[in-house]
């Protein structure tokens, strides 16, 4: 018998283990908000948490940020305060790094609270990098300003910055303060009054726009080694796949 038969065997088997126990042991279904981008309880037990990886030979270190290229926002419907008011309030030049796709510019977010203020100067819209590029252009900026307004699962992104070098100033939602080390990597900023994990514990105590008005005027006391170092202990694909494998010799050794 070929290892395809027996590997089709060996499937078939499980999901028929699968199915008996389902019968035995209801499993409760997901409870899903009226809205899924927030918060999700799939009421289920956590093993081990296992963050992502990647290769980080395509993001170059870069000990010296560029004169000219002060903070990178990301900007999207998701991630983001008024443009005009970080921009001026901040008042350096704010480079926005974003998708150019016709869905995200017909965005209301994008087009009232972005758009509007791009004049060139103050604030600029560098569109949308991939590849060596993207990496280029982030290993240049003094900080990765990453104002999200959702619980955001991961962020990649903060790991390319700091991977980079590049410090992440980020606000306290959904996995920030699990990749962010605050006062080491950056800085993160509670957005409002809510009471969220971690909430008047930072560095900045100030919350919302004076927040980050405040992380951007301290970046110089971040070390860009520091980030690179941060992102080399724990967000390795090696790292990651070590975490995966725990978590599989741990489901098999109840069984």
């Known amino acids: 018998m070929s290892r395809w038969w027996l590997w089709a065997l060996g499937v078939g088997a ?12 209801p499993i409760p279904p997901p409870i899903l908000p009226p809205n899924p981008q927030f918060k999700v309880d799939f009421r289920l037990e956590r093993i081990i948490i296992t963050h992502d990886g990647f290769e980080q030979g395509g993001f170059r270190f870069e000990v010296t940020p560029d004169r000219d290229i002060d903070v990178i926002i990301y900007t999207s419907d998701r991630g983001g305060l008024s443009t005009k008011n970080q921009a001026f309030n901040l008042k350096i030049t704010l480079h926005i790094a974003t998708s150019a796709t016709r869905a995200n510019k017909s965005e209301d977010f994008y087009n009232t609270k972005v758009a509007p203020y791009i004049d060139g100067k103050n604030i600029v819209s ?6 060596n590029k993207k990496s280029d252009f982030i290993r240049k900026g003094k900080a990765f300003l990453f104002p999200l307004r959702w ?3 991961f962020g990649l992104t903060m790991i390319e910055a700091m991977a980079c070098g590049t410090p992440v100033i980020a606000y306290n939602h959904g996995s920030v303060s699990e990749i962010v080390r605050d006062g080491l ?10 009471d969220r994990p971690g909430k008047g514990t930072w560095v900045i105590k100030k919350q919302g726009i004076e927040g980050l008005i405040e992380a951007v005027r301290r970046i110089g006391e971040i070390d860009r080694k520091a980030c690179r170092k941060h992102i080399e202990d724990n967000f390795t694909v090696e790292k990651m796949v070590d975490g995966y ?3 599989y010799h741990k489901i098999l050794n109840r069984h």
């Not at 499980?14 to 389902?22: P, S």
């Not at 560098?126 to 590849?131: M, S």
């Open 185 to 194: 990597t950056g800085f993160i900023v509670d957005p409002d009054d809510e």
């Open 151 to 153: 619980d955001e699962p």
């Open 245 to 247: 494998e725990k978590v």
């Open 126 to 131: 560098r569109g949308f990098f991939e590849g």
């Open 14 to 25: 499980g999901l028929m283990l699968l199915l008996r126990r389902a019968k035995a042991e």
